[in-house]
């Protein structure tokens, strides 16, 4: 089941910020952020790991909430090159052994202007 | 430089057709991926492998197979291409066994079906 991401657009002058938020229904063992930029590949941003857990760099950062099995990604005086499509992703389950199951939510684009 | 390559940017088939999407890493990854892409749906898995002649179904296996004969090589079939099956289609690769490991994607091969 998908990581349900929110909101699904946003417009934004360069220089406002932006938050984008990632939940699921299900237990999030670890978190992904990526962004996509048109006709490219996704590209890694950052994973969290904990409950809690905080990263961050540049004006980017991200916060996971284990317990209510929630992230988000906070985009800090936005610069033009920030547009693009956001997604989360989640293993779904925890690595004993086996497949491990890498889900992503439908998207958030964000597009910046001038 | 870390590579997943796709076989083609673009490809446009017949329906009834087979259909092949070719997708090889050089990470020597154990984790391999095939994702959908379609607008407002973000990334769906349809399977997943952890390593060869293993596969597990994702969220979306209905009308598609995959094999993985070599490690570095995960292919997605389908079997008797249909116009809903148009969609862009991504694969990725990580290592397995850490959840703080990060996906390698594809350029994507976008795939019509007339």
């Known amino acids: 089941q998908q990581p349900v991401q929110s909101p699904q657009a946003v417009i934004l002058r360069e220089g406002e910020d932006a938050v984008i938020n990632c939940s699921s229904s299900?237990?999030?063992?670890?978190v992904h952020w990526y962004r996509q930029k048109h006709g490219e590949a996704p590209v890694f941003l950052m994973i969290?790991?904990?409950?809690?857990e905080q990263k961050g760099h540049d004006k980017i950062s991200a916060s996971f909430n284990e317990k209510k099995q929630q992230s988000s990604l906070y985009l800090t005086a936005s610069q033009l090159s920030y547009s693009g499509t956001y997604f989360c992703?989640?293993?779904?389950?925890?690595?004993?052994?086996?497949?491990?199951?890498?889900?992503f939510g439908q998207g958030t684009r964000l597009t910046i202007n001038p | 430089d870390v590579k997943v390559t796709q076989s083609s940017r673009y490809l446009v088939k017949r329906t009834g057709e087979k259909v092949f999407l070719e997708c090889v890493q050089d990470?020597?990854?154990?984790?391999m991926f095939w994702y959908r892409q379609d607008p407002g749906l973000g990334l769906r898995l349809i399977y997943f492998?952890?390593?060869?002649?293993?596969?597990e179904k994702g969220d979306i296996p209905e009308g598609y197979s995959v094999s993985r004969e070599k490690k570095e090589r995960f292919s997605l079939i389908l079997e008797s291409a249909s116009t809903n099956q148009t969609s862009m289609y991504l694969c990725?690769?990580?290592?397995?066994?850490?959840?703080?490991?990060?996906?390698?994607f594809g350029q994507g091969t976008r795939l019509t079906v007339v």
């Open positions: 990470m020597d990854h154990e984790n």
């Open positions: 299900k237990a999030l063992y670890s």
């Open positions: 990725a690769s990580s290592l397995w066994g850490k959840m703080n490991t990060e996906a390698f």
């Open positions: 992703g989640a293993f779904d389950r925890l690595i004993i052994q086996g497949a491990q199951k890498l889900v």
């Open positions: 969290l790991l904990k409950g809690g």
């Open positions: 492998s952890y390593d060869v002649k293993m596969k």
